[in-house]
T-cell receptor, first 115, second 113 residues
Framework: DQQVKQNSPSLSVQEGRISILNCDYT??????FLWYKKYPAEGPTFLIS?????DKNEDGRFTVFLNKSAKHLSLHIVPSQPGDSAVYFC??????????????FGKGTLLTVNP | KAGVTQTPRYLIKTRGQQVTLSCSPI?????VSWYQQTPGQGLQFLFE???????NKGNFPGRFSGRQFSNSRSEMNVSTLELGDSALYLC????????????FGPGTRLLVL
């Protein structure tokens, strides 16, 4: 049972435009969400996170939105740059639970930003 | 501060062999998690260690095992390798809890022939 779903395997965007990557989750116990970026032949790199007590978190060109009622989060990249081309993973955890001891990852979305 | 290091970076083995992968976490980090990444499957959780104790384990067969040493360095072992074990194996560390932000190493690419 996949608890974190990224339903778009790939996304193609023009340079300078907005990239929107989506993620849905099913486990209502999740209270902390993260986005990672991964280039080929490298490990994932932490990008941005959000706690369930917030509905938005911004860091430069990256903004994550959380809609708890819909169990949905999205990552917005504005403006998109060719260097943003990578696989983006959504991850979630149950921080308050304390006994889970893991992050649960989606399958990733390949973002391609065309010059 | 040095990042997470993994050795070796690449490995070729044949079916039936066993393999040991090593991970050194960021200095001060005591939680180490292991993931398997295969095309189309994302990052699948293998197990997590803290203070030499396994705290959580994913849905992998018993051929996959791990351990953590007193200096927080960790190893994972796969015995009786199968073709389907070919994957990128990633190690990640965090200060105490993997529910916090994890920092990943570059991975070990394993090819089983």
């Amino acid at each position: 049972d996949q608890q974190v779903k990224q339903n778009s395997p790939s996304l193609s965007v023009q340079e300078g435009r907005i990239s929107i990557l989506n993620c849905d989750y099913t486990n209502s116990m999740f209270d902390y969400f993260l986005w990672y970026k991964k280039y080929p032949a490298e490990g994932p790199t932490f990008l941005i996170s959000i706690s369930s007590i917030k509905d938005k978190n911004e860091d430069g060109r990256f903004t994550v939105f959380l809609n708890k009622s819909a169990k949905h989060l999205s990552l917005h990249i504005v403006p998109s740059q060719p260097g943003d081309s990578a696989v983006y993973f959504c991850a979630a955890s149950d921080q308050e639970g304390g006994s889970n001891y893991k992050l649960t990852f989606g399958k990733g979305t390949l973002l391609t930003v065309n010059p | 501060k040095a990042g997470v290091t993994q050795t070796p970076r690449y490995l070729i083995k044949t079916r039936g062999q066993q393999v040991t992968l090593s991970c050194s976490p960021i200095s001060g980090h005591r939680s180490v998690s292991w993931y398997q990444q295969t095309p189309g499957q994302g990052l699948q959780f293998l197990f997590e260690y803290f203070s030499e104790t396994q705290r959580n384990k994913g849905n992998f067969p018993g051929r996959f095992s791990g351990r953590q040493f007193s200096n927080s360095r960790s190893e994972m072992n796969v015995s009786t390798l199968e073709l389907g074990d070919s994957a990128l194996y990633l190690c990640a560390s965090s200060l105490v809890n993997p529910q916090e932000t994890q920092y990943f190493g570059p991975g070990t690419r394993l090819l089983v022939l």
